[in-house]
C-alpha cells in the first residue's frame, strides 16, 4: 500500500498503574507533555512501531499504519467478517440493490454519534465520499471506480449509483469511505487531519507525527459490544526495530508491532515475559514472469514445478523460519469464498520427480545443457527486508537444480528497481509483494492480469480472462462471481503469468508483554485495539 509535523514536546512521564491491589507500572515515552498525567485507576496500553503515520483523514490514508489508526477511530457502513468471509452490517444495518446492482441503497442505524456528540446523518456519508473524490485524494480512485454517484434520499438512506457492483461492499469497508462529521470537517480544513473525529471506539487526544498518538476509549460508542476495554491506547514510533524492542524487553512499552526481524522473534519466542502473536494477513508474495519475454508456457510451468518443490520448501522453512506460509494463487485465502489453490498442481513432494518434469518441459522447448535457457532474476535490496537476498539465492538454484538453466541475480534499490523491471524490462522474472487496497478477488487479480492496465509487471494478455474479469466486477450476484474468479484462476495457474510464493506472516506480527490480552490480529490486516486489556 503506499506510504505517507510538527516540532518536538520535551518531558519524561512516568505513568504508575494501579488496580485491584496489583501493583504494574507503564513507562510512556519522554515525548508525551507532563499535563497528560494520568489516573491512577486509568488502564493504558502502550503499542511501538517502526510504521510512520501521515494521516488521520480517512479521506487521505493510505499507508498501513495510517489506515490502522482510522480503523479505530473511524467506522465503515460495513465491515469484512473473516469467519464466513461475508460483508457484514456494521454503521449501515442493512442495504438494498436494485436495477440489476446498478442502484444500492444502505440504512444507517439511528442514533450513532460522532466523538463531538452530533449524530450521524446520511449527509455525513455523501459528504465524505464526494469531498474526497473532488479533492482527488490518493485512495480515492477506487471511489470513482465504483461509483457514479452518491446522495441522501433521507436523513438516514444513501443511495450509490454504481458502476461495478461487486466493489460496493469492498470499498464502502475500506477508510476512505469512512463518514466524517461534515460541518465540522468542512470548518476544520486541513487540521481536520490531526484533529480527526470519528463514530469509532476511540477518540484521538493527540497527535504528533513522529512521536506519538494518544487515543482514549469514546464513552458514546454505539456497539457497546465492541466497547474498549482500557482507557488510553498510546503509539510510539520508534526509528528502528532494536530500540523498539529494548523498550518492550524493559517494560516501557507493552506490545511491539510489525517489522520485527526474524531473528529477533525467535529469540523473543523464548522470553517467559514475552507472547509472540502470529497474524495471518491478506498481503501476498509472488514472482513475476515478464510474458513477453518468457514466452513458452512449457517453459514458465517449468519454472513452477522448480520453485514449487525445491525452493519454497527452503524459503518458509530456512529462511523464515515458519514465519511464512505457501501460496497456491494470487487470491489471498482470507477471501475464503474466492480462494482456489490452483497452483498445487505443481506441488509433488519429490524433488527428483520436479526436476524431470521440469527437464522434460525444457527439452520439449528446445532447451539442452549446451543450450541453457538463461534468466535474469531481479529483487529489491531495501524494500522487503534483508532476507530477500537468500530468496533470490533459493529461487536460482532450485532453478539451477534442472542443469538446463542458468540464472542470473541482479538486486536493485527500491527505486531503481521499480524502473529496471516495469519500464527498461530488465528482468526475465521478479520478485514482488501486494498489499491489497481492499478485500476483493479482483484488487488480487485485475491489477496483474487484465490487459487493460498498466501492470508494470507481466504483460500478460488473455481476452477470455479479460472477459472474465470484466464480468465479474459488473455481477451483482455472489455464487456466480464465484464461479467467474475460480474460472481466470485456473487459466492463470495453466498460462502461469505470475507463480504466488508466499503469505508473509512476518509482516502480521505483535510482540506483547504476558500481562496484555485480547490480541486479535484479524486477517483483513486491522489490529482492533477495543479488544485488547491487561491483566495484574
Not at 188 to 204: A, C, K, N, R, Y
Not at 300 to 306: E, K, T, V
Amino acid at each position: 500500500m503506499r506510504k505517507k509535523l510538527i516540532g518536538a514536546i520535551i518531558a519524561i512521564i512516568v505513568i504508575i498503574v494501579i488496580a485491584a491491589g496489583v501493583g504494574y507500572y507503564l513507562s510512556v515515552s519522554r515525548h508525551l507533555p507532563t499535563k497528560q498525567v494520568r489516573s491512577q485507576k486509568q488502564v493504558i496500553i502502550v503499542i511501538g512501531t517502526t510504521d510512520t503515520v501521515t494521516h488521520l483523514d480517512p479521506r487521505l490514508a493510505y499507508d498501513f499504519m495510517s489506515c490502522e489508526i482510522v480503523y479505530n477511530v473511524f467506522d465503515t457502513l460495513v465491515r469484512y467478517n473473516a469467519t464466513t468471509g461475508k460483508f457484514e452490517p456494521w454503521l449501515a444495518y442493512k442495504w438494498v440493490v436494485k436495477d440489476n446492482g446498478t442502484v444500492w441503497i444502505f440504512y444507517l442505524r439511528k442514533g450513532v454519534k460522532f466523538q463531538n456528540g452530533e449524530e450521524l446523518t446520511a449527509e455525513d456519508v455523501v459528504y465524505a465520499i464526494k469531498s474526497a473524490i473532488k479533492e482527488g485524494t490518493e485512495p480515492s480512485w477506487m471511489l470513482q471506480m465504483v461509483f457514479k454517484d452518491v446522495k441522501a434520499i433521507g436523513k438516514y438512506e444513501v443511495e450509490f449509483i454504481v458502476k461495478a457492483p461487486a466493489l460496493v461492499l469492498p470499498v464502502l469497508s475500506f477508510t476512505v469511505a469512512a463518514p466524517i462529521p461534515k460541518d465540522v470537517a468542512e470548518k476544520m480544513g486541513s487540521q481536520f487531519d490531526l484533529h480527526p473525529i470519528g463514530t469509532g471506539p476511540f477518540e484521538v487526544v493527540k497527535f504528533v507525527p513522529g512521536q506519538y498518538i494518544i487515543l482514549k476509549r469514546f464513552d458514546g460508542y454505539w456497539n457497546k459490544k465492541f466497547m474498549p476495554k482500557v482507557d488510553e491506547i498510546i503509539i510510539r514510533f520508534f526509528k528502528d526495530p532494536n530500540s523498539m524492542i529494548m523498550a518492550l524487553e524493559k517494560g516501557s512499552i507493552d506490545i511491539a508491532y510489525r517489522h520485527i526481524p526474524i531473528q529477533d522473534l525467535v529469540s523473543l519466542e523464548k522470553n517467559p515475559n514475552l507472547v509472540v502473536y502470529k497474524g495471518f494477513p491478506p498481503f501476498i508474495r509472488y514472482l513475476v514472469i515478464a510474458t513477453e519475454k518468457v514466452r513458452d508456457v512449457r517453459v514458465r510451468r517449468a519454472l513452477a514445478y522448480l520453485i514449487y518443490n525445491l525452493a519454497l520448501p527452503k524459503i518458509i522453512n530456512d529462511i523464515f523460519h515458519g514465519y511464512a506460509k505457501p501460496l497456491y494463487s494470487m487470491v489471498t485465502p482470507v477471501l475464503k469464498l474466492y480462494y482456489d489453490p490452483v497452483f498445487k498442481i505443481y506441488v509433488l513432494n519429490s524433488t527428483r520427480k520436479a526436476i524431470e518434469i521440469a527437464d522434460k518441459l525444457l527439452e520439449e522447448a528446445g532447451y539442452t545443457p549446451n543450450h541453457k535457457l538463461q534468466l535474469v532474476l531481479g529483487y529489491t535490496t531495501d524494500h522487503y527486508g534483508p532476507l530477500e537476498a537468500y530468496v533470490a539465492q533459493a529461487i536460482k538454484n532450485a532453478l539451477e537444480a534442472s542443469g538446463l538453466i542458468n540464472v542470473k541475480v541482479i538486486g536493485e534499490e527500491w527505486g531503481t528497481f521499480l524502473q529496471d523491471s516495469a519500464k527498461a524490462r530488465k528482468f526475465d522474472i521478479f520478485l514482488l509483494g501486494w498489499y491489497p487496497d481492499y478485500l476483493g478477488p479482483s484488487d488480487y487479480l485485475m491489477f496483474f492480469l487484465h490487459s487493460g492496465y498498466d501492470k508494470t509487471t507481466t504483460d500478460y494478455n488473455n481476452s477470455l480472462v479479460d472477459k472474465l474479469l470484466d464480468e465479474a466486477i459488473k455481477t451483482p450476484n455472489l455464487e456466480k462471481r464465484i464461479e467467474l474468479y475460480r474460472e481466470v484462476q485456473e487459466i492463470m495457474a495453466k498460462d502461469v503469468p505470475v507463480i504466488p510464493l508466499w503469505i508473509p506472516i512476518y509482516e502480521y506480527v505483535l510482540v506483547a508483554r504476558k500481562n496484555v490480552r485480547g490480541v486479535y490480529l484479524d486477517p483483513s490486516g486491522v489490529l482492533w485495539f477495543y479488544s485488547l486489556y491487561k491483566t495484574s
